[in-house]
């Protein structure tokens, strides 16, 4: 089962500009570290454990990165959660305990 890493920016405190160019960077880190997207979704097909180290991983590299130019990767972050894709509910699809099955007689 696919585990998620959910990265939401923090437009509040940076400009659209800003926030693009360092969700480029991202992207291109997390891609470059086996992760695919899934709309604004980094997934990867490993254990809870294994993708956590490797999303933080990644963004410690980012980080180094971005430090040379004076620039902190957290602070652009508003959030950064992971979770896996068993405990996602598709909002889109009606309720479970709606749906009736019928049999024609």
């Known amino acids: 089962m696919p585990y998620v890493i959910a990265i939401?920016?923090?437009?509040?405190?940076?400009?659209?500009d800003q926030?693009?160019?360092?969700?480029?960077l991202i992207s291109?880190?997390?891609l470059g570290a086996?992760?695919?997207?899934?709309?604004?979704?980094?997934t990867v097909n490993l254990s809870e454990k294994d993708a956590i180290m490797l999303a933080r991983r990644t963004f410690e590299q980012l980080a180094s990165?971005?430090?040379?130019r004076?620039?902190?990767i957290y602070d652009y972050l508003k959030r950064f959660y992971g979770y896996d894709v068993a405990h996602t509910t598709n909002l889109?699809?009606?309720?479970?305990?709606?749906?009736?099955?019928k049999e024609d007689a």
């Open 92 to 101: 889109l699809l009606p309720p479970l305990d709606s749906i009736e099955v």
């Open 34 to 42: 086996g992760f695919q997207t899934d709309g604004r979704l980094f």
């Open 28 to 30: 291109k880190a997390m």
């Open 65 to 68: 990165d971005l430090h040379s």
């Open 70 to 72: 004076n620039q902190n």
């Open 8 to 16: 939401n920016l923090s437009y509040d405190h940076h400009s659209q």
């Open 19 to 24: 926030c693009a160019q360092i969700w480029e």
